[in-house]
């Protein structure tokens, strides 16, 4: 499978080299990383960004949520099979990515893929942990993608867009779950912080509250599932 992997670095680039040099060497699979910046400053993050020789893009000013930054993401990897959405303060396990790859091909229904983080771990079944919203660094299939498109930017700058793609997927008939015996670390530490990135997320978290409200009746009385992603730019 041809794997690309979006990370978002969102300005809280103080992680990022830590994750790049432990998910990628890491990783079991070989990917192409599209590093997707806001205008980071940190020429230390960015120099070892690029000995990596990752495909680079900064997307407008005006679009810094997580769910704009992931569909112009997606804008860059129409041609791969399966995409994975990557944070810059989450450290994965040994071997993550082949597992993903391993576990999209022998289970077709596959939507999202995530490795269990914070939250509690639902029971196996069938070989898996089945969950409707894998939270963390998960891998999206391409044929979720061309099912529903992309993250709905209602939700940025932060704040329930992954449960809101899990969602559709789980109503257009897609299977999420976390991989088996393997588990991620999120090294972030800002829960409990009066930080400005704290507050803004805080903020964001209540305003996609009722942005879900607003969109509940869309997905399942009106089926419209498909979100368009393609005319996200860097020019917008």
Same mark, same amino acid.
């Given at each position: 499978?041809?794997?690309?992997?979006?990370?978002?670095?969102?300005?809280?680039?103080?992680?990022?080299?830590?994750?790049?040099?432990?998910?990628?060497?890491?990783?079991?699979?070989?990917?192409?990383?599209?590093?997707?910046?806001?205008?980071?400053?940190?020429?230390?993050?960015?120099?070892?960004?690029?000995?990596?020789?990752?495909?680079?893009?900064?997307?407008?000013?005006?679009?810094?949520?997580?769910?704009?930054?992931?569909?112009?993401?997606?804008?860059?990897?129409?041609?791969?099979?399966?995409?994975?959405?990557?944070?810059?303060?989450?450290?994965?396990?040994?071997?993550? *990515?082949?597992?993903?790859? +391993?576990?999209?091909?022998?289970?077709?229904?596959?939507?999202? %893929? &995530?490795?269990?983080?914070? !939250?509690?771990?639902?029971?196996?079944?069938?070989?898996?942990?089945?969950?409707?919203?894998?939270?963390?660094?998960?891998?999206?299939?391409?044929?979720?993608?061309?099912?529903?498109?992309?993250?709905?930017?209602?939700?940025?700058?932060?704040?329930?867009?992954?449960?809101?793609?899990?969602?559709?997927?789980? *109503?257009?008939?897609?299977? +999420?779950?976390?991989?088996?015996?393997?588990?991620?670390?999120? %090294? &972030?530490?800002?829960?409990? !912080?009066?930080?400005?990135?704290?507050?803004?997320?805080?903020?964001?978290?209540?305003?996609?509250?009722?942005?879900?409200?607003?969109?509940?009746?869309?997905?399942?009385?009106?089926?419209?599932?498909?979100?368009?992603?393609?005319?996200?730019?860097?020019?917008?």
């Amino acid at each position: 499978m041809n794997i690309a992997v979006i990370l978002l670095t969102l300005n809280r680039s103080d992680y990022s080299i830590q994750v790049i040099n432990q998910n990628f060497k890491n990783s079991g699979y070989n990917a192409d990383c599209f590093l997707i910046d806001n205008g980071s400053t940190d020429k230390e993050f960015l120099n070892v960004a690029n000995a990596y020789k990752w495909h680079f893009a900064t997307w407008s000013q005006s679009k810094r949520g997580i769910a704009a930054g992931v569909n112009f993401g997606l804008t860059l990897t129409k041609d791969y099979d399966a995409v994975v959405i990557m944070a810059n303060d989450i450290l994965m396990p040994e071997n993550w *990515l082949l597992s993903m790859v +391993n576990h999209s091909i022998n289970i077709p229904s596959t939507g999202i %893929i &995530g490795i269990h983080c914070v !939250e509690e771990l639902p029971p196996l079944v069938d070989g898996i942990h089945k969950t409707h919203t894998p939270f963390g660094n998960n891998l999206i299939t391409r044929s979720l993608i061309d099912t529903i498109g992309g993250y709905n930017t209602e939700y940025d700058p932060y704040g329930m867009q992954d449960r809101d793609y899990a969602e559709r997927a789980t *109503l257009a008939g897609y299977t +999420n779950y976390y991989l088996p015996n393997m588990k991620s670390v999120h %090294i &972030g530490h800002d829960v409990g !912080e009066n930080s400005e990135y704290r507050i803004m997320k805080d903020n964001s978290l209540n305003i996609a509250q009722l942005v879900w409200e607003r969109y509940q009746p869309i997905y399942h009385q009106q089926k419209n599932l498909f979100i368009p992603y393609a005319n996200i730019s860097n020019n917008n």
